[in-house]
C-alpha cells in the first residue's frame, strides 16, 4: 500500500532553516508529481510546494518563494523541502501528498515550530 512518511520537524528560531524530507512507498514515485502541504492551528491546509516527476518543474506559494526549496531523489524515493529564513508565520503542520490513481495520499505530518 501507498505510504508516506516526513521527518525533520523541530523547533526553530526565527532566521532558521531546517529542511524535511518525505520518504514513499508501494507506488513508483518516480512517475509521479509530489507536493508539500502544511496545515497551521486554525487555519486550512495550504498547498506550499510541488515537483513534477520527469522534468521537475517546481512551483510554489507565494508566501515561501524564494525562501523554500522542494527537491527529490528518485533512487531514495524521497522527495525533501529545504525552508530557509523561517519566520513565525511558517509554524504548521507540514504534510506529505501524492495523487496516485486518483486517490490522495498523506503522511502522518511532522511539527515545525518557528519561535524565538
Known amino acids: 500500500q501507498v505510504m508516506l512518511v516526513e521527518s525533520g520537524g523541530r523547533l526553530v528560531q526565527p532566521g532558521g532553516s531546517l529542511s524535511l524530507s518525505c520518504t514513499a512507498s508501494?507506488?513508483?514515485?518516480?512517475?509521479?508529481?509530489m507536493n508539500w502541504y502544511r496545515q497551521a492551528p486554525g487555519k486550512e491546509r495550504e498547498l506550499v510546494a510541488r515537483?513534477?516527476?520527469?522534468?521537475?518543474?517546481?512551483s510554489y506559494a507565494d508566501s515561501v518563494k524564494g525562501r523554500f526549496t522542494i527537491s527529490r531523489d528518485n533512487a531514495k524515493n524521497t522527495v525533501y523541502l529545504q525552508m530557509n529564513s523561517l519566520k513565525p508565520e511558517d509554524t504548521a503542520v507540514y504534510y506529505c501528498?501524492?495523487?496516485?490513481?486518483?486517490?490522495?495520499?498523506w503522511g502522518q505530518g511532522t511539527q515545525v515550530t518557528v519561535s524565538s
Open positions: 508501494g507506488f513508483i514515485f518516480s512517475r509521479y508529481p
Open positions: 515537483i513534477g516527476s520527469i522534468v521537475r518543474s517546481t
Open positions: 501528498n501524492a495523487r496516485y490513481q486518483l486517490v490522495d495520499y
